[in-house]
């Protein structure tokens, strides 16, 4: 058991060993959404639990050059799949990872699946008020440098250059694997990271797919501006039009509509899992926008799967 214990140097994983998530046709559903239907799936991406924050995540921590004994330090809410993720990469690298979650429900936290998993990586949870995150994060900064230790701050989320570049990549790899441009691509989106490198990812390679983020949470204004400055980032055009919808937010970060809910509950009838946090609202959105005519009939469209079902799980 010991020699388990023991911190053996590893090499940080780097983006590229990443094998490519399927992109699969739904003929079925696409059939009665009057389209032709991909799922993209980063939900199956080779990391269990992460979705699309292993990419983000593992980008970045490549790009820092992270060595064992370095410290990671990191924040979210209780339920966050990127700080998750960082838990479990920040193990599997030897790192230690500091957690600050936000909440004011600090004895239900300690109890919740995400936090429990989380705690069994070795990571340190601190269960912080929502006011309070930054000056912990400054504390356990100047604890873990005092220590000697370098110190890796990684914004919540991973919305970091690192995370948007990461999925720029991933466009180029959805376009290898469908051999064409989709008409659209419709994905959850929350601090527009993601949605960024996909607009960045296509525009590289001259494609004018649309890419419908659907808001988890934000206003439009508000997030569509945040995936115009993740865009900024990289090379670019500040010009280009960016679809965030929030139709579909349905009040707020982790509150699902009966209708989200009802979407969840049959696509999981049709194999399809999704949760209502993100992967729901968003596969509603599409759903609308095939029946209102806002996506043409016949179009390609590819739903790009984030992954989330912890977020399921958790409620
Ligand atoms: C499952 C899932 N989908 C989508 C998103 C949104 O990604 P982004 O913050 O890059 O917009 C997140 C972010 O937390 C997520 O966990």
């Given at each position: 058991m010991t020699a388990l214990l023991i911190k053996a140097p590893v090499e940080a994983p780097r983006p590229a060993d990443l094998p490519p998530s399927p992109l699969e046709?739904?003929?079925?559903?696409?059939?009665?959404?009057?389209?032709?239907?991909?799922?993209?799936?980063d939900d199956l991406l080779p990391f269990p639990l992460s979705g699309n924050k292993v990419r983000k995540l593992g980008r970045e921590l490549a790009a820092r050059a992270v060595r064992p004994g370095?410290?990671?330090?990191?924040?979210?809410?209780?339920?966050?799949?990127?700080?998750?993720?960082?838990?479990l990469m920040g193990a599997r690298l030897s790192?230690?990872?500091?957690?600050?979650?936000?909440?004011?429900?600090?004895?239900?936290?300690?109890?919740?699946?995400?936090?429990?998993?989380?705690?069994?990586?070795g990571a340190q949870v601190h269960l912080v008020a929502p006011e309070e995150v930054g000056q912990r994060i400054d504390e356990l900064t100047a604890v873990r440098a005092a220590a000697g230790q370098t110190v890796h701050v990684i914004p919540g989320g991973c919305h970091t250059k690192s995370g948007v570049e990461a999925y720029a990549d991933a466009a180029a790899e959805m376009l290898g694997q469908l051999g064409t441009a989709p008409d659209a691509v419709v994905l959850a989106s929350g601090t527009g990271?993601?949605?960024?490198?996909?607009?960045?990812g296509l525009a590289r390679a001259g494609c004018h797919s649309r890419v419908i983020g659907i808001s988890v949470a934000?206003?439009?204004?508000?997030?569509?501006?945040?995936?115009?400055?993740?865009?900024?980032?990289?090379?670019?055009d500040a010009e280009t039009p960016i679809e965030f919808l929030d139709d579909f937010v349905d009040g707020g970060y982790a509150h699902a509509s009966e209708?989200?809910?009802?979407?969840?509950?049959?696509?999981?009838?049709?194999?399809?899992?999704?949760?209502p946090t993100y992967t729901g609202k968003a596969f509603r959105g599409l759903t609308e926008l095939?029946?209102?005519?806002?996506?043409?009939?016949?179009?390609?469209v590819v739903f790009w799967h984030t992954g989330g079902l912890m977020n399921h799980l958790v409620e």
């Open positions: 046709h739904w003929d079925l559903i696409g059939r009665r959404l009057g389209m032709r239907l991909l799922v993209k799936r370095d410290a990671v330090i990191t924040n979210g809410g209780v339920d966050s799949n990127h700080c998750r993720t960082a838990a790192l230690d990872v500091d957690l600050v979650l936000h909440t004011r429900a600090n004895a239900v936290a300690k109890e919740q699946l995400s936090v429990r998993l989380a705690s069994a990586t990271a993601t949605q960024a490198g996909l607009v960045a934000r206003t439009a204004a508000r997030g569509g501006a945040a995936v115009q400055e993740a865009l900024s980032w990289l090379d670019g209708a989200t809910r009802e979407t969840v509950r049959h696509a999981w009838r049709l194999g399809l899992p999704l949760d095939a029946r209102t005519g806002a996506l043409r009939p016949n179009a390609t």
